[in-house]
């Protein structure tokens, strides 16, 4: 049941979403007067949109913080700077902290184990960057309708999880009587790409969960790279699936590239198609794209020499593989 504010009304056209953005830009100045913002951006929609109603409202008191945990698709915190730094002139703070989860996940195999290395590095980088910052008296977070009936109260900014002692914050969270279509209304009325409005569902661990096993760095950028070919390739559909993406596991099988034997990891593409995530149907990828994924990738990612398809439907398999 919908116990939203009644003043609320649902939000599908840009001009409902310019009546909403500009009440929430009233709101958060009321609420934050001259104070300082402090957000995780992660580049995800939730956050990106939370992010630029906050530049509307308070400019640069509002503080940004993306950290590249070394784990986001191709091209990823490129977007962000440009987006956000460049065009929305944002008070960014970039922190490549790549090598260090690198470090802390080397012979990791476990992926809950994983899990909880990603969250718990995030939380320290974080955590250091925000006691550097004086005057910052307010935690913005990308907390959205779904996340409060699914736990019944407000949840942390996935990409936060929570902070150490010693940090605290009053939240401000713009966008948290809103289901994600709403927020992807008021992301484009806010003038962020589509791109980056409709964002695929990513993991909060990135493709820490996709570079299954004990992570390495050639197999991870093997991943990447074919990641953002099966990403091009299927983003032509015309009639694209709710999500798509690949796998790269840590086995290896012969193959034989310039008349030698060569030994490669397999790509796996996984299609999905579903309402709620709770269960998924696998989306069927005509041939024809399927061949032209296949030769790119053989092509031009190194250590690749297998192409294989996931078309499992949830439930048994689970969307991600860990």
């Known amino acids: 049941m919908d116990k939203r504010p009644a003043s609320l009304k649902r939000i599908t056209t ?5 009546k909403y953005i500009n009440k929430q830009v009233k ?5 934050v007067g001259d104070k300082k913002v402090l957000l995780a951006l992660s580049g995800g ?3 990106s949109v939370t992010a630029a109603l906050l530049i509307k409202a308070i400019g640069k008191n509002l503080i940004c913080v993306h950290v590249n945990h070394g784990l986001l698709r191709k091209g990823e915190p490129e977007q962000v700077k440009k987006v956000f730094r460049e065009n929305m002139g944002a008070n960014l703070k ?5 090598k260090l989860f690198l470090e802390k996940l080397k012979n990791v195999e476990d992926p809950e184990k994983k899990r909880k290395i990603i969250g718990k590095v995030f939380i320290d980088v974080f955590a250091k960057e925000a006691k550097k910052l004086k005057g910052v008296e307010f935690l913005a977070q990308g907390t959205i309708y779904p996340d409060i009936l699914e736990s019944k109260g407000i949840k942390a900014h996935h990409n936060v999880g929570g902070l150490p002692k010693g940090l605290k914050f009053s939240l401000v969270e713009p ?3 809103l289901y994600k279509d709403e927020v992807r209304v008021v992301g484009l009325a806010l003038g962020l790409p589509k791109s980056m409005v409709y964002r695929q569902p ?11 096993g004990a992570i390495t760095k050639d197999r991870l ?5 074919a990641d953002a070919i099966v990403r091009e390739e299927i983003g032509k559909l015309k009639n694209t699936p709710w999500q798509y993406f690949c796998i790269v ?16 990891w397999p790509v796996i593409i996984r299609a999905i198609d579903t309402r709620d995530a709770v269960t998924a149907k696998s989306h069927e990828i005509p041939y024809k794209i399927l061949y032209k994924i296949r030769d790119r990738i053989i092509k031009n990612v190194k250590g690749i020499n297998r192409v294989l398809l996931d078309f499992s439907d949830k439930p048994i398999a689970t969307i991600e593989w860990e």
């Open 14 to 18: 840009s001009v409902a979403a310019k």
């Open 27 to 31: 709101e958060i100045k009321k609420q």
């Open 45 to 47: 929609v939730d956050s």
């Open 94 to 98: 970039y922190i490549d902290a790549s």
């Open 175 to 177: 966008i948290k009587y």
């Open 202 to 212: 990513f993991p909060g661990p990135g493709l820490g969960v996709r570079c299954t």
């Open 221 to 225: 950028t093997a991943l990447r790279d």
């Open 249 to 264: 596991p840590p086995i290896k099988s012969t193959g034989i590239k310039n008349g030698k034997r060569y030994m490669g």
